[in-house]
Every structure is written in structure tokens, then in C-alpha cells.
């Protein structure tokens, strides 16, 4: 069983998470997306995109490079990294995006954020695969004698997305969603979610 193949269900009995919904993150700062950043959407819009690898490639990763620089390049953006934790469990495969704190780029380090493309445009399968990929983080964190309980993580489409937290055994989910097309409150969102592990650092 890999990070796919986990099913809703299987984050309470063999996980052990507690669930529940509130609004995550509230009153942050809308975020004027730069020049850049609108002219790389509004050139992913004409081109287009059939698969969730061009979603990720066109629209996921110029967001991420655009958080990356407002925060002075302070996180490592891994894309397509493996992340095997503990295979027995479940705990193995490829993360679409995962942020860290760390400084080695070979080696994820310190995982603070998640993003998983959710496949077929199935935010909710997205959901539950983004969950135990922080639930690995987690345990990678502790592994390493990090004291980082809480980890962030977020599904999207590429035009929603979805954030979640998991605290301890508390996988949080967001009730509201963010759109691409309003890319001041995503990038607000998303910076939210950076000083809130910056605190936790």
C-alpha cells in the first residue's frame, strides 16, 4: 500500500486521526500577485493543460516559486521526491510538493507542507492523500528529533485548493477552498500557513 492507495477510513483506523472541519486560516493579508506571477497564469491559461503534470508544472510550481521569493528564499521547494517512511504502513511513494525548512537539498529535512495534485480533479481523494503524507512527515520529523508536531498540507487542482493541518492526531480540514483565479487570497493563505511554521520553529 502506498500513499495512494489510502482510503479516508483507513486515517482513522489505522492512523488513529481525529477529524474535523473549521475555517483554518483566518484574517491574513490578501497578497497582490506580481507581475510575473499573473503573466506565467495568464500564459498557463492559453496553453492549457490535460493532465495533472502540466497543472503542477504551469500553474502549482510558478505559485510556490512566487512564495518562495516572498519569503526571501528561506524553504527548500522539493517536487517529486520520494518520501519512504515506513513502507509496512503505507508510508512510501513520490510527494508532488513538499516544503521544508531544511538546508540540504538532496535530502528532505524538517517537511513543514505538503501539496498533492489531486488526481482526476478528486479534491477529496487529494484530501486523504495529502493526510498521511503528513502524518510520514511526522514521523520523518521525529525521526530526525525535530520538534515539530503540527505539519500543513494542502490539496489543489491547480484552480482549488484545499488546506489541512494535522496536529498531533488532529488532521484539521479547511471548509473553505481558494481559487486560482483570485490569487491574492491564495498567496495570503499560503503565507499564512509559512509564519504559522516559522512560529513553530
Known sequence: MAYSNITFKDLVTRFGMQLSGTHLLRNFKPIPPSAWLQEALVRAKKIGFINEKERSERIVAPVLTELSDLNNN????????????????????????????????????????????????????????CAVQLYAAQMLNKSQNTERNTVYGCTTTGEVWRFLKLQGNQLILDEDRYYITQPDQLLGALQQIIDLCKQDV
Open 74 to 129: 528561506e524553504f527548500i521547494i522539493y517536487s517529486g521526491r520520494d518520501l519512504y517512511v515506513d513502507e509496512t504502513l503505507g508510508l512510501n511513494g513520490e510527494c508532488d510538493f513538499i516544503l521544508s525548512f531544511g538546508t540540504v537539498l538532496e535530502v528532505v529535512q524538517t517537511p513543514i507542507f505538503a501539496i498533492t495534485e489531486a488526481k482526476k480533479e478528486d479534491i477529496d481523494g487529494g484530501t486523504v492523500q
